[in-house]
């Protein structure tokens, strides 16, 4: 799909499995193309069912993990991987341990560093040292964060600490159904980080994201829905959606 110049495709699926499916795909060709790719995957419920795809061709030998190197994309400031709040830990858990990536492969970020701020200079130097990432797969918040890019966010903000709002705090809070504190701090990737991706994937299901949708990629570009600068990555850009989150958009798209 093109709007105006813009040249990022959307690709909207008939339901949350079939969209799963073609990001999984995506990692796929990414590790066919470039067995040491490094990639970073999004926490979330959406993505649970695009590793269990991801698990289930792993354990066919469809796909092959050995060589990836993955970059965590954001974790609550201070926590451990020890911590039950951990998003390094969830990744390690839903992700990583049934898919045969071992821990020498993970790039944690530097969330329990002393001095965090140069800590997360060198974790973006880390990014550049591997020749930057070959793949950034990401979610959608519902205040269009992504990863924890808050509302605000510049587009060419780096890895850095970022104060949550109190929407993406409830998000994470339900992860636990309420059980676990709530960190007010993370550390992310920033967004110009994440534009140097050779490749992006967007992944949205679900009705629930669909005005935030429409507004990440209807509207003009703006800080305040950081998703919508993602658009300025063109063609590197590919919006994996199923049609319950694509039902407010404006024009009918198929695939
Ligand atoms: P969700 O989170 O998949 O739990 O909706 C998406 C995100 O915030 O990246």
Redesign the pocket.
């Known amino acids: 799909m093109v709007i105006g110049s813009e040249s990022w495709t959307l690709s909207v699926f008939r339901d949350a499995h079939a969209a799963s499916e073609s990001a999984a795909d995506s990692v796929a060709n990414t590790l066919q193309n470039k067995t040491d790719a490094a990639i970073t995957f999004?926490?979330?419920?959406?993505?649970l069912a695009m590793f269990d795809i991801l698990a289930a061709r792993a354990a066919r030998g469809e796909i092959d993990f050995s060589g990836v190197s993955i970059f965590f994309l954001d974790e609550f400031v201070g926590a451990t991987d020890e911590d039950p709040n951990s998003f390094t830990r969830w990744l390690t858990e839903v992700l990583f341990n049934r898919v045969g990536i071992k821990p020498d492969q993970l790039h944690a970020l530097p969330v329990t560093a002393d001095d965090l701020l140069a800590s997360a200079a060198k974790f973006d130097e880390a990014i550049s040292a591997c020749g930057g990432l070959d793949l950034a797969v990401?979610?959608?918040?519902?205040n269009g964060?992504?990863g924890y890019n808050e509302p605000g966010s510049g587009v060419d903000s780096r890895t850095r600490v970022v104060t949550l709002t109190p929407e993406s705090r409830d998000?994470a809070s339900a992860?636990w159904e309420g059980s676990l504190p709530i960190p007010d701090q993370a550390m992310t990737m920033g967004v110009g980080t994440l534009l140097e991706s050779k490749q992006i994937v967007l992944l949205v299901t679900g009705e629930a994201?669909a005005g935030i949708l429409r507004r990440t990629l209807e509207e003009p570009i703006t800080t305040d829905v950081p998703a919508s600068l993602l658009r300025i990555a063109g063609p590197r850009l590919t919006i994996i959606v199923d049609e319950a989150a694509a039902s407010e958009l404006s024009t009918a798209h198929s695939s």
Request: glycine fraction near 18%.
């Open positions: 999004p926490t979330g419920t959406t993505p990401l979610g959608l918040g519902p964060h992504v998000q992860y994201k």
